[in-house]
């Protein structure tokens, strides 16, 4: 196949411009990934590249993995290079250079729930509960503190030794100093690195030592990023380390589908990109190759209602298909009733529930939803919320496989007694102890004393000789044969057998298909660490098989995705857009963010909302986003009364004048250093849209105090 086949003049400059800085703007469903793409594989195939010294940024794992899969097509080669996240590219740093920071190549990656086990021991250990600070807060209160109070953080997590970390730990009073100290010891006790570690550890180890910056400096001759327009401020600095030596930059974004500015995503990289990089050529592609006509029309006619952008139009080049179809529902369940309704004519006329996709703003529309479809027996799978990689079946399993390969705490704990090997609490009681006192992990507190009255009667010793089995020669075996074994071995999957779980067992049978397409598709780094060090970035993730069920995910998740037939739901004021949104340019993001759900389509489009009451008691209004189009190109399978349309525009009109301008200091994103009239500098932690109040850590105080928007702060 001709890699330039099927591609258009603007991608075929794209894809030959091999040199230099490269930027694409382009509008969504203009082929702009699949462009990137097709570069890479005429940089391998046609010039001659080792995919070795490529790296192609996705935005998701997902799309890492589509991507692999596309450019395996294209170049027919095993090796696909660098192609990850931005995360997933840090880990491939790490486990070659984390002994540059003292850490072994074996770190373990940490998702949500390994942080929530920590905290768990934390909370225990000194005595706090759930109303000193809930998990999700103490999460994000360490997310903070690690990526803004720099260089503090390096020097406490990089420099200091455990035994003093685990003194700042012992002596600190206050509850967020207690939690973050006590989380970084029992990080750096099993090497754990959570996510942000990935990005500011591959950063601190560029930054401080030029050899290995180099090294990978020279490494990566193209680099190339999807999703450009949400790309943040660590990211890029990262970026501009790695491109500094060959200046070969390939970006590609669209300004109208920058969703992620609540998490620092900047498109100024992306606008002001010629103003950064010398000689930037950009490339414009205007021509749509996903949607129809009406599909567009709706879509240009939204987004054309916001004002900060740059002017452009999504030009059609498919045929005409369906109308965008519209519904009003009496109520919640009428509006999922009439979904149900519809995809039951598309399924009559041999449209797959596969090529259904429904959208929405918020996890909690799935409810009514879920139970109309479940009454209609409609299959569905829902792409967020509990995750594959999260279930209790799936994190077993992987906890064997650290096991094998880490014997760390978090997975003895998880694990040690499940099948039950009558290792109850108060011998794991025994076992904490003998560890705190010996300073050893779980696992060697446990095998020093197989022989102590205390284990008679157990299976301890089974479970020892269990993973030192396996132990001994997993590096000489394929990931997905450890598997197996180690779920057969250790009476996990007969556990399940007895129980009759078969929904589990099934989950499980998916896992080891996964591990095997791992290893088809990543050639020689399918180790069973490189395995665990992937796959954990996954668990918070969206991965998910592909059966022949209607998808159910959020707008945010569907990011670069298309799907033929698209129902946006939930399209209410107050829903989408978000009560939260307290300023136009969050308006703004909002509608971007509309759009990006409406340029999911292919072949139809469907909006719906629904008539009730808010939280408040006050009436709900059809969003103005379905409102922003032009009505002429929406058909309505049941519209809503004169007077409801009448209503909700004026309740718009009032409520857009109290939205805060530009000038309003809203503004400021977390982390931004600021100065207040009496109590000085501090820096933001915490953005509070309800409340309209920012949380401040003003310098030289234990804890943030909550002020309102109103007050005037500088910039610093
Ligand atoms: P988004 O902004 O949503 O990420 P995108 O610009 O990355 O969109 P792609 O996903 O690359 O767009 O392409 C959209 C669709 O158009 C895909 O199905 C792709 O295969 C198809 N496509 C892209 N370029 C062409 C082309 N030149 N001819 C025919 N089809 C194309
Ligand atoms: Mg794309």
């Known amino acids: 196949m001709d890699i330039l086949d099927r591609l258009n003049r603007s991608q075929t400059e794209a894809v030959t411009a091999t040199e230099g800085y490269i930027r694409v703007i382009a509008g969504a469903g203009s082929g702009k990934t699949r462009a990137l793409s097709h570069r890479f594989a005429f940089l391998v195939n046609e010039i001659g590249i080792l995919p070795g010294n490529i790296l192609c940024v996705t935005f ?53 729930s390994d942080i929530d086990s920590m905290l768990k021991i934390i909370y225990e250990e000194r005595g706090l509960t759930l109303r000193n600070m809930t998990f999700s807060s103490a999460r994000d209160m360490i997310e903070i503190r690690k990526l803004y109070k720099e260089p503090e953080y390096y020097q406490d997590m990089i420099t200091m030794s455990i035994d003093q970390i685990y003194e700042k730990y012992m002596q600190a009073t206050e509850t967020s100093e207690i939690i973050f100290y006590g989380y970084l010891y029992q990080e750096k006790k099993c090497f754990g690195l959570d996510y942000n570690d990935l990005i500011k550890f591959t950063l601190y ?41 060959h200046k070969n930059l390939f970006i590609v974004g669209d300004p109208d589908q920058t969703i992620y500015t609540w998490r620092g995503a900047n498109v100024k990289y992306l606008l002001d990109f010629h103003r950064n990089f010398p000689d930037v050529q950009t490339i414009m592609m205007m021509e749509n190759y996903r949607s129809t006509p009406e599909i567009l029309r709706a879509a240009n006619s939204l987004i054309s209602k916001n004002l900060l952008r740059m002017k452009k139009n999504l030009i059609p080049t498919l045929p005409s298909g369906g109308s965008v179809l519209c519904c009003h529902g009496e109520n919640q369940e009428k509006e999922a009733l009439w979904m149900a309704e519809q995809i039951k004519i598309l399924k009559e006329k041999g449209v797959p529930y596969k090529d259904i996709t429904i959208l929405y703003r918020a996890h909690y529309l799935t409810r009514s939803i879920e139970q109309v479809f479940l009454k209609e027996e409609i299959p569905y799978t829902i792409y967020s919320g509990v995750q594959f990689f999260g279930r209790m079946e799936i994190k077993d399993a992987l906890s064997y496989l650290r096991m094998i390969a880490y014997r760390d705490d978090l997975s003895f704990l998880r694990i040690a007694n499940v099948p039950k090997r009558n290792l109850g609490e108060r011998r794991m009681k025994f076992i904490q102890e003998y560890a705190g006192e010996n300073s050893c992990s779980l696992y060697e507190a446990l095998c020093r004393n197989l022989d102590q009255d205390i284990f008679k009667g157990t299976k301890a010793g089974e479970f020892v000789q269990l993973i030192e089995s396996f132990a001994a020669n997993y590096q000489d075996r394929p990931v997905s044969e450890i598997l197996s074994a180690v779920l057969d071995l ?73 799907f033929p037939y698209v129902f946006l739901c939930g399209m209410n004021e107050g829903i989408f857009p978000s009560r939260k949104t307290k300023t136009r340019e969050g308006m703004e993001e909002e509608r971007r963010l509309a759009f990006v759900a409406m340029t999911r389509a292919k072949k139809r489009l ?111």
């Not at 095993?78 to 920071?101: K, P, R, W």
């Not at 030029?210 to 990566?220: N, V, Y």
């Not at 996990?492 to 009759?500: F, H």
């Not at 180790?527 to 209607?550: G, I, R, T």
Request: proline share 3%; aromatic share 10%; charged share 30%.
């Open 60 to 112: 998701t794992n997902k799309s890492a993995n589509e991507m692999r899969q596309r450019i395996h097509n294209l170049t027919g080669d095993n090796d696909t290079g660098y192609i990850n996240t931005f995360h997933g590219f840090c880990v491939s740093v790490l486990q070659e250079e984390s002994y540059a920071v003292q850490y072994p190549k074996s770190f373990l990656v940490l998702d949500n």
């Open 490 to 562: 250790s009476g996990y999957e007969r556990m399940l057998r007895t129980e009759g779980n078969q929904e589990r067992l099934d989950n499980l049978a998916e896992l080891k298909q996964s591990v095997y397409e791992y290893e088809t598709t990543c050639g020689e780094e399918a180790m069973l660490e490189h395995y665990l060090a992937h796959v954990a970035l996954f668990s918070n993730s969206d991965a998910q098989p592909e059966h022949d069920k209607v998808k159910l995910m959020t707008v945010h998740t569907s990011k670069g995705l298309e």
């Open 205 to 245: 180890i560029f930054e401080n030592n030029e050899e290995i910056k180099q090294k990978w400096q020279k490494r990566l001759e193209y680099i190339m990023i999807d999703e450009f327009q949400d790309i943040d401020d660590l990211q890029y600095r990262l970026m501009c380390v790695l491109c500094g030596y």
């Open 606 to 716: 469907y909006l719906s909302e629904a008539k009730g009451r808010n939280l408040d008691g006050s009436p709900r209004y059809p969003s103005r986003f379905i409102l922003d189009i032009d009505q002429n190109l929406l058909e309505y399978d049941r519209k809503p009364e004169e007077g409801l349309i009448k209503e909700a525009r004026e309740y718009i009109e009032l409520s857009s004048r109290c939205l805060l301008t530009d000038e309003a200091p809203s503004h400021y994103p977390i982390g931004q250093k600021i100065l207040h009239k009496i109590f000085g500098p501090g820096t933001i932690v915490d953005v509070d849209t309800e409340k309209s109040a920012y949380a401040i850590l003003f310098d030289g105080m234990e804890t943030p105090r909550t002020i309102s928007f109103r007050v005037k702060l500088e910039k610093m």
